[in-house]
Nanobody, 122 residues
Framework: QLVESGGGLVQDGDSLTLSCAALGRNIRGWNMGWFRQAPGKEREFVAAISWSGGSTYYQDSVKGRFTISRDNVKNTVTLQMNSLTPEDTAVYYC?????????????????WGQGTQVTVSS
């Protein structure tokens, strides 16, 4: 089970840190990703990190603002989000990549959290 936390209501330009805790599952050998879904839109890739943490990947719109990291001892994945804008408003999901598709494709992820709401007001 993946459990996200850290969402909330912030203002334009603020920061938030999202956390994903893996309960009952060791994510050490898994690539992990963050996705988001805004109202009326499809779920989209935000960021991913390799199992070792040595490689990271970002959607162009969040590069330089968001940072994904992981702690394989604590079994957690974190998404640090800076310089937030109203366009970042969405439900954010953490997921385990099963390998059937690339890291940027939601279809490649086998396990998902329930999501955490991020709302950025202007």
């Amino acid at each position: 089970q993946l459990v996200e936390s850290g969402g909330g209501l912030v203002q334009d330009g603020d920061s938030l840190t999202l956390s994903c805790a893996a309960l009952g599952r060791n994510i050490r050998g898994w690539n992990m990703g963050w996705f988001r879904q805004a109202p009326g839109k499809e779920r989209e890739f935000v960021a991913a990190i390799s199992w070792s943490g040595g490689s990271t990947y970002y959607q162009d719109s969040v590069k330089g603002r968001f940072t994904i990291s992981r702690d394989n001892v604590k079994n957690t994945v974190t998404l640090q989000m800076n310089s937030l804008t109203p366009e970042d408003t969405a439900v954010y999901y953490c997921a385990c990549h099963g390998g059937s598709s690339g890291l940027r494709a939601a279809t490649g992820y086998d396990y998902w959290g329930q999501g955490t709401q991020v709302t950025v007001s202007s």
